[in-house]
T-cell receptor, first 114, second 114 residues
Framework: AQTVTQSQPEMSVQEAETVTLSCTYDTSESDYYLFWYKQPPSRQMILVIRQEAYKQQNATENRFSVNFQKAAKSFSLKISDSQLGDAAMYFCAYRSRGAQKLVFGQGTRLTINP | DGGITQSPKYLFRKEGQNVTLSCEQNLNHDAMYWYRQDPGQGLRLIYYSQIVNDFQKGDIAEGYSVSREKKESFPLTVTSAQKNPTAFYLC?????????????FGSGTRLTVV
């Protein structure tokens, strides 16, 4: 079974600085998708960024980018120019192509210090 | 606006009672999911449905039941057999199973046993 591990339960960063959240996963599949979701205090889950495993180029969405290392099974999220609104729980998630479910990591709580 | 509506936002259950959580979507999505969120454990899949009148158990289905009589609706019943039902419950949908677009989530229901 696939598993997703987020080894940092909590992280903090100064406003306007850069922070990287770690995620590793375990799978025997070669074709899959990876996601980062944000859960602010409202508890609404919001998709931040997605990566297709067969694409070597790292995904980027404005201030959010990923470092996808397929051989190492690593999928970290970098947030540049951190803003107070970035404070949230961040979940890494995995899905095999054709699979029905997303597998989530335990989450990382990110605090932004003004 | 299209989206997923979960109700109620907060729900209190007495010991031995069954309660039903509502989930409605107007996104015309085929697949729907129920996840349970507990602190430090991420999200765990309870049930999912790919089409009307069909659903499958997820990783923690014991003590829960679902129905899918309409494409738009996927209610979750927490039965008295669920030993530890206090948790945050999230409903999600995707355009189809195996979609690489991730999920759209509702805003959740917080269930507390009193």
């Amino acid at each position: 079974a696939q598993t997703v591990t987020q080894s940092q339960p909590e992280m903090s960063v100064q406003e306007a600085e850069t922070v990287t959240l770690s995620c590793t996963y375990d799978t025997s599949e070669s074709d899959y998708y990876l996601f980062w979701y944000k859960q602010p205090p409202s508890r609404q889950m919001i998709l931040v960024i997605r990566q297709e495993a067969y694409k070597q180029q790292n995904a980027t969405e404005n201030r959010f980018s990923v470092n996808f290392q397929k051989a190492a099974k690593s999928f970290s999220l970098k947030i540049s120019d951190s803003q107070l609104g970035d404070a949230a729980m961040y979940f890494c998630a995995y899905r095999s192509r054709g699979a029905q479910k997303l597998v989530f990591g335990q989450g990382t709580r990110l605090t932004i210090n003004p | 606006d299209g989206g997923i509506t979960q109700s109620p936002k907060y729900l209190f259950r007495k010991e031995g009672q069954n309660v039903t959580l509502s989930c409605e979507q107007n996104l015309n999505h085929d697949a729907m999911y129920w996840y349970r969120q507990d602190p430090g454990q991420g999200l765990r899949l309870i049930y999912y449905s790919q089409i009307v009148n069909d659903f499958q158990k997820g990783d923690i289905a014991e003590g829960y039941s679902v129905s899918r009589e309409k494409k738009e609706s996927f209610p979750l019943t927490v039965t008295s057999a669920q030993k530890n039902p206090t948790a945050f419950y999230l409903c999600a949908s995707s355009i189809r199973t195996g979609s690489d677009y991730g999920y759209t989530f509702g805003s959740g229901t917080r269930l507390t046993v009193v």
